[in-house]
């Protein structure tokens, strides 16, 4: 239970720093969607697998 939780964790601590680099990242606010709509993609890759 305890190791679940840290996974939980670390998994939202790699999505707000994908968050945060794709908005770095981009220029337009296309862009921003785009970066979004890719790092959710890579969220829900990560917990699927």
């Given amino acids: 239970m305890k ?3 840290r996974a939980v964790r670390n998994l939202v601590m790699l ?4 968050v945060v680099v794709a908005l770095s990242a ?8 785009k970066d979004i709509q890719e790092a959710s993609d890579n969220v829900k890759n990560a917990i699927e697998n």
Avoid: K, W
């Fill in 3 to 5: 190791h679940e939780r």
């Fill in 15 to 18: 999505a707000a720093a994908c």
């Fill in 26 to 33: 981009c220029n337009t606010v296309s862009g921003v969607g």
